[in-house]
Each structure stands twice: as structure tokens, then as C-alpha cells.
């Protein structure tokens, strides 16, 4: 095949990625709440956007002699694109911990990088901002892994549906990316002899790199617009269990946590309320949080995440017998529903980590 094909295949995937990043910046603009790292993701699909344009100026101005300080500078804005990613992937696991400025820290060397290629022509500055990327992005995907593990262990022991404010969703990406990521250093670096030789395979690459960002921006804009921000409610839990407590009062709480919990969360289905959590059930049976964290924890030795779907399973088998039965004949989707869960997909999972089964298949067997 001829330089030409590989040229046009280029343009069609950059054309097709720029429109489809557009589409999905709209798309989180119209369909999330707009919390900060939506607003955030937004400008960063805007930016990645503009990024796909460079290939058109490149194919553009191929024949002129300063066409690889041109490439390279075009680059260089890959690697501000670079920034603006890590800066939305730290403010989408960190909500709101840091200020504006501070997330503006992470995108000044690749500015600053940048610019001294722009002014001076150096490679030098090429080659730092590279190291910079690659080195930046292993380290925090790093940290993001163990932040993510931690933020996991903190919702399972405070709600009771992790739906919305999970998000192992993101590591599964992050793994992908950081894969691409390496890829496309790879790439960026090759692209230094774009114009000496190879071009069909360059064009190629790039063909592919357009590809992959689509596949990875979409997967992003699903989570992203279903993402919410797990806080705990206002409350004196601090100074609940502090010193200044009495003794009568800390005995409140633990006579409080003594009742038999399970049969009153069972009796009221106190579980079928599919946004509780931690800090609602402990004002419902006028305990503390902490202390209730502490019972299901040591005393049950499960998270409240699993704690709570223990009743709701428990209402999933009930259901589910009468279905064998053929008492009432209902969706699995509805039975999950009616049992408390915010979701099929959540509802599979737990069922499956319990039962060693689907529900199906464990209907199956009931029928039989």
C-alpha cells in the first residue's frame, strides 16, 4: 500500500476521534451533575480534541523544511494533553482535596517544557518533557491503585450500594492507559524521524493511537457521567467519641448497639432503602456511627457494604422460591430491585460471590 492510503486512513480516524471527543464533552455537559472533575474531564476531552487537529497540520505542511521542529512542538502540546489527564484523574479520585492552583502545579512543567522548545528549538527540552511524562504517569499510577483500594474499603464501611461512587471502573481503565500511555511514548519518539523514513508505518500508528483513544475517552465518559462524591453527613461523630464524653453517655451507645440488629433491620427492611448508609442507620437505631462501624466490623467481621447485602440476598432467595414455586412469576431484574439493590450488575456480582452461581442457573436447580 502507498504513503496515500495510510494519509487518508490517518485523517478519517483523526477526524472521526476529534468529532467523537466533542460529542462525548457534550455529552458529560448535558447528562452529569457538573461536579469539579466533570467540569475538569470536559476541558481535557476539549484539549485532547484540538490535539487530533495536529496530524492535519502536519500532513499539511509536510514539505516544509522546518516540518520536524513543527511536529515536535505539536507533540509537546500531546504531552500538555498528558497533564490535563493526570490533573482529572487526580481531582476524580481526590474530590475537592486540592485547590485550584494546587491541580494547576501538575500542568506547569508541561507548559514550561514545552514553551523553552518553542522559544530555544532544543531537543533537550523535548527529551525532558518525555521523561517527565513517562516518569510522572508511572508514579501516580501508583498512587492512584492503592487510592483507589483505599477508597473501596472506606465506601464498603459506609454504604450500602457502591453503584455510583465506585470506582474500580477507573482502575480497570487506568491499567489500559498506562499501557497506551507507554505505546504512545513509544510512538512520540519515533515520530523524531517521521519525515527520514517509515512514514507509512507512522501514519499507521497513528491511525491505531486514534483508535484507542476513542475506545478509552468513551469508556471514560460512561463512568464519569454516573460518578458521584462519596461524603460522609455532617455530623459530631468526632465529638461523640471523644474525651469529653461521659461514661453515661458512651454506655448509651453501647447498650443502644447491643440490641439484636439483625432482626430489627430485618423486621422494618431497613435494607430495602437503596441509598443507605452507615451514618442512616446509625440515627435509626439512635446509635453512633462509629460504634456501629465497630460492631459490623469486629462483631460480624464484614464490611456494612456486605453486612446489609446479606439481608438483601436473603430477600433475593425468598423471591427466588417462590419463582420456583411458581407462587409469582417475576424478572430477575425485578427481584433484585424489589430486594433492595440499586442495580442488576451489583446484584449479580454479590449473588455470584455468595452462591458460587447466577441466579439463573441457581433457579435451575430449585426447579428441577
Known sequence: MTNDFYILLLCFTSGIAF?????????????????????????????????????????????????????????????????????????????????????????????????????????????????????????????????????????????????????????????????????????????????????????????????????????????????????????TENNSISQSDTAEKKAFYKEAITQDIDSLIEENEYFLNKSLNLSTLANILGTNRQYLSNYINNEKQVSFYDYINQFRLKRVEKLLHEQANQQKQRSLEEIASLSGFNSYATFLRCFSKVYGTTPSKYLQKKTK
Not at 462525548?24 to 455537559?29: D, G, H
Not at 508541561?110 to 522559544?119: E, K, R, S, W, Y
Open 19 to 235: 468529532g467523537i471527543l466533542l460529542l462525548c464533552a457534550f455529552w458529560v455537559l448535558k447528562h452529569s451533575s457538573l461536579f469539579r472533575f466533570q467540569k475538569i474531564f470536559i476541558a481535557t476531552l476539549l484539549f485532547h480534541a484540538l490535539s487530533f487537529l495536529n496530524n492535519f497540520i502536519i500532513i499539511a505542511f509536510n514539505h516544509l523544511s522546518v516540518i520536524n521542529y513543527l511536529n515536535t512542538l505539536l507533540i509537546s502540546f500531546d504531552f500538555c494533553v498528558a497533564g490535563c489527564w493526570f490533573v482529572f484523574i487526580v481531582d476524580l479520585i481526590y474530590p475537592n482535596r486540592y485547590k485550584e492552583w494546587q491541580l494547576g502545579l501538575i500542568l506547569l512543567p508541561f507548559i514550561v517544557f514545552g514553551t523553552l522548545f518553542a522559544l530555544t528549538g532544543n531537543d533537550m527540552y523535548y527529551s525532558i518533557d518525555l521523561i517527565f511524562t513517562i516518569t510522572l504517569g508511572v508514579i501516580l499510577y501508583i498512587v492512584f491503585e492503592s487510592a483507589i483500594k483505599k477508597h473501596e474499603r472506606i465506601l464498603k464501611n459506609n454504604v450500602s450500594n457502591l453503584e455510583y461512587f465506585d470506582l474500580q471502573w477507573t482502575a480497570k481503565i487506568l491499567r489500559i492507559l498506562i499501557l497506551i500511555c507507554i505505546l504512545w511514548e513509544i510512538e512520540s519518539i519515533s515520530q523524531k524521524t517521521w519525515f527520514d523514513g517509515g512514514g507509512s508505518v507512522n501514519y499507521f500508528a497513528d491511525s491505531l493511537w486514534s483508535v484507542i483513544c476513542i475506545w478509552t475517552v468513551v469508556s471514560f465518559t460512561k463512568g464519569v457521567i454516573r460518578q458521584k462524591i462519596f461524603t460522609f453527613e455532617p455530623s
